[in-house]
């Protein structure tokens, strides 16, 4: 008797499923306590954030040369996430036992949050894992609720997860061979705001490829050490101990709460010439006043984060630090990892991939 399954029931058996790691459930915590006033809205963050993360890992592994950027200004809704000119949402959901997709409104309705494809993921928390379950497009979506007259219920359209294009790898595709421009998006007539800005701070950054470095590249926002060698400047540190490589400065400005604060994070690279292979990368990051300070403010602290927000290190500053550093440390070329420089409750990250 020949096997009547066909590839979509296949399909269905062999989901694309992302491992949580015990970072992901840390960080997931932690935005979910920080962005929400109430239990049921704390849940959703918590979930909408493991599953941004496990779709980030997801681009990642597939896309190693794309530069993934990540943003949560929204996450009580939904999670967005760039590469190139494509933008993604993605979205969460406990469970589809009866097979309903409930999309929030806002995704379709309010510009600022539209994307070129709204990606589904189910969140199995004690499995701990997440299951990436489909996608539609914009275009596609939008014509479903004009021509099907979408059912709403408390606040959100529900559809058939038989609408959905269970292949993610097809984003691939479009990604690879489609340009972003051939999808119709709405643009956001509104400005970013500074709330905005200060809730996607913790994960919304460029991932700044440091072994570019080695090559002379200078990224966006950081310098050359004699740049800042200047008196208007004033800088404070002297290189005398910095290891041979590739250096360079970037001014932390804390801004007028805490009276402007300035201070200089230094960030040094070398290829690491005790390994056999020469595969790896050394590391230096310090921190330093400037602005005719001598010493840094007190209580300021300098940390280095895993990719998934895990702290590895973490230093403070005393009362007449004229700097602080961070342990040396070796990493592998495609590691990556943040720097996070603190100051009372304002927090700057730096993502970084060696």
Known sequence: MANSTSSQDLRLLLPETVWLEPEHFLLANQTSSQQTTNASNSWQVYLNTLALLAFEVWLRDRLPEQVVSVDISAIATAGNLKVGEYKFCAFATENLLDEIVNIPQELIEQPQLAAHFYVLLEVLEEEEEVVIRGFL????????????????????????????????????????????????????????????????????????????WLQGVIDEGWQIIDSLSNPELSLAFSTRNIEQGAQRAKIIDFGIDLGSKKVVLLVNISPDISASTQDKISVLAQLYPINGERFLPQNIKLFLLSKAGKNLQEVTARVQDNYIQLKPFKGEYGKRFSIQVSLGDISVKENFEL
């Open 137 to 212: 497009p914009y275009k596609k979506l939008v014509e479903m609720k004009s021509n099907l007259e979408l059912p709403v219920s408390d606040g959100y359209y529900q559809l058939p997860l038989s609408f959905f294009d269970i292949e993610p790898n097809h984003l691939l595709l479009y990604h690879r061979y489609v340009q972003a421009s051939e999808f119709s998006v709405p643009v956001a007539d509104t400005q970013v705001t500074q709330v905005s800005e200060n809730l996607s701070k913790s994960l919304h950054l460029t991932t700044i490829k440091l072994s570019q």
